[in-house]
């Protein structure tokens, strides 16, 4: 069976890349949905309608097995996507990585993530039901997605971070990037906060390390502009990967 792989862009790419590696003759389609990009900075219904529509396209393909690697999408969409479609099984990124601090000695918390998943409060909700005893900071960086898709240098980055965050966030013990475009400004993100970065990517390889694959192959697929979407991926990772268009 195939798995479904769902994000606004790059973010999710790292992920599918992980997964792939890890897994190279598992089948997985990966959805990066450019055209909507970035989620962040869009509505809670906005983003709901959104994910409606990309798990039916997923569905339309036979499959019932989906990575929303999303925060955005866990954050404000997962619920309704649960009930709209009972006979798919969907993987969070929220819970896993969160889980992960529980084997960490940590005691306040330093959250990066879009708009619209801080004002979710699902990562203070989460670190909360499970260690209760960590001390939350949510801090949004709403153009972060933005600059990462669009290839922006690694010093307009860095200092994009530094401006939003002050003296006081740095001295949190634990960063978690509650985004997964996060981890391709993991250079910016370590020349800033020189404690423990926590990001989603292996646990989520994890994830599936008892699972028994079926043998298939995998593709990328994007909403908007499959050239760029190429390009992106050989700037990022160095890797010549095709995308199909789709509409959606
Ligand atoms: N990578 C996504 C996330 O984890 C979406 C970012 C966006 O498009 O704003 O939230």
């Not at 690694?154 to 949190?172: A, P, Q, R, V």
Request: glycine fraction near 4%; include cysteine; hydrophobic fraction near 40%.
């Amino acid at each position: 069976m195939t798995i479904g792989i769902i994000d606004s862009g790059l973010g999710g790419y790292s992920i599918y890349h992980a997964l792939h590696k890890a897994y190279p003759k598992a089948a997985f389609h990966f959805l990066a949905d450019q055209r909507n990009a970035p989620y962040g900075n869009k509505t809670a219904e906005e983003i709901k309608s959104i994910a409606h529509k990309n798990i039916a396209w997923f569905k339309s393909n036979g499959i019932n097995e989906i990575v929303i690697a999303c925060n955005t999408m866990n954050a404000v969409a997962l619920d309704t996507l649960k009930t709209d479609f009972p006979d798919i099984k969907f993987h969070d990124v929220v819970y896993p990585t969160v889980k992960q601090l529980e084997h960490l000695k940590l005691s306040k918390i330093l959250v990066v993530a879009t708009r619209l998943t801080i004002q979710s409060d699902i990562y203070a909700r989460t670190i909360q039901s499970l260690l209760p005893n960590i001390k939350v900071t949510s801090i949004a960086l709403p153009d972060l997605v933005q600059k990462i898709e669009g290839l922006n240098s690694i010093d307009e980055i860095t200092g994009y971070i530094e401006s939003n965050l002050c003296e006081k966030d740095l001295l949190n013990d634990g960063l978690i990037l509650g985004c997964t475009h996060y981890p391709l400004a993991q250079d910016s993100f370590e020349s800033i906060f020189k404690q423990r970065i926590i990001d989603s990517i292996q646990v989520m390889v994890e994830l599936f390390k008892d699972k028994k694959f079926e043998e298939g192959e995998s593709h990328c697929f994007t909403t908007k502009d499959e050239a760029y979407a190429k390009h992106q991926v050989h700037q990022l990772f160095q890797i010549e990967q095709e995308f199909t268009k789709i509409e959606v």
